[in-house]
């Protein structure tokens, strides 16, 4: 079975400076798929970014990328010039290439200082 | 993405009663899914919706208590049934693409509350 480790229960960063999420996962599945989801305190669930495991190269959208190592089995989340709107848990989470269902991590909570 | 909206956004109900939530998006999609958060916790898929067929159910969750109806493409409901205190939670639809395939996309939410 598919499991999502999230390592940091809480996190803080101040404003305008890089912060890394840590996740690791465990499978024995070659076609799958990796994302981060953001739940600020609206608790709507918003995907930040995803990573496809057959591609080596390290997705990035804005201000987040991620560091996708597979044979290490961790994707880690860099957030670059932080900003006060990134306050909320991030959920790493994996899903099974065509099995459609996430596994998703405990989640980290997020919290940027002004 | 598509637009996913839920229904109620939350509400409080007496034990023993039961709660359809209705799940509906803005354009036609194969795979629907429900998941419960518990408070403090991560999201746990409840089921699998997807249209013309019976909803597939995870470990652990029954369709007695959680009966769920896929009529179309575009909408889906979840009933939460015979409540107890336990089911307290924010269950969330989600919807596989259409903006790009294999992704899933969460609609916003129904916060329940029961006493």
């Known amino acids: 079975a598919q499991t999502v480790t999230q390592s940091q229960p809480e996190m803080s960063v101040q404003e305008a400076e890089t912060v890394t999420l840590s996740c690791t996962y465990d499978?024995?599945?070659?076609?799958?798929?990796l994302f981060w989801y953001k739940q600020p305190p609206s608790r709507q669930m918003i995907l930040v970014i995803r990573q496809e495991a057959y591609k080596q190269q390290n997705a990035t959208e804005n201000r987040f990328s991620v560091n996708f190592q597979k044979a290490a089995k961790s994707f880690s989340l860099k957030i670059s010039d932080s900003q006060l709107g990134d306050t909320a848990m991030y959920f790493c989470?994996?899903?099974?290439?065509?099995?459609?269902?996430?596994?998703f991590g405990k989640g980290t909570k997020l919290s940027v200082k002004p | 993405s598509a637009v996913i909206s839920q229904k109620p956004s939350r509400d409080i109900c007496q034990r023993g009663t039961s709660l359809t939530i209705q799940c509906q998006v803005d354009s036609q999609v194969t795979m629907m899914f429900w998941y419960r958060q518990q408070p403090g916790q991560s999201l746990t898929l409840i089921a699998t919706?997807?249209?013309?067929?019976?909803?597939?159910?995870e470990s652990g969750f029954v369709i007695d208590k959680f009966p769920i109806s896929r009529p179309n493409l575009t909408f889906s409901t979840l009933t939460v049934s015979n409540m107890s205190p336990e089911d307290s939670s924010i269950y969330l639809c989600?919807?596989?693409?259409?903006?790009?395939?294999?992704?899933?996309?969460f609609g916003p939410g129904t916060r329940l509350l029961v006493l």
């Open positions: 989470a994996f899903m099974r290439g065509s099995q459609g269902n996430l596994i």
């Open positions: 989600s919807v596989d693409g259409p903006l790009e395939w294999e992704t899933q996309y």
């Open positions: 919706a997807n249209q013309g067929s019976e909803a597939t159910y």
């Open positions: 499978t024995s599945e070659n076609n799958y798929y």
